[in-house]
């Protein structure tokens, strides 16, 4: 845990920061581009509808974006 890691000095203040960044890089911003993706192709009627009914067509697709919005863990 790099919190731990810094307080037990056994990493500075500034790799612990890079490390973090680097972290939450790895984890989050590929989720947040693709959510930015997704409801990208909402909000006029014609554009959702036609959205929603191709992934209804696509089910391993809709999956996929879940679990790429939501974490292994979903």
């Known amino acids: 845990m790099l919190a731990d ?3 037990q000095q056994r990493i500075s203040l ?5 490390q973090y960044e680097k972290q939450w890089n790895d984890h989050f911003s590929k989720r947040l581009q ?3 993706f997704v ?13 929603i009914g191709a992934l209804k067509k696509i089910p391993w697709l809709t999956k996929r ?4 919005t939501h974490g292994e863990n979903f």
């Open 65 to 68: 974006i879940i679990k790429a």
């Open 34 to 36: 693709i959510g930015r």
């Open 39 to 51: 409801q990208s192709h909402f909000g006029k009627e014609w554009q959702t509808n036609l959205f």
């Open 14 to 18: 500034k790799d612990m920061l890079q």
């Open 5 to 7: 890691d810094y307080l």
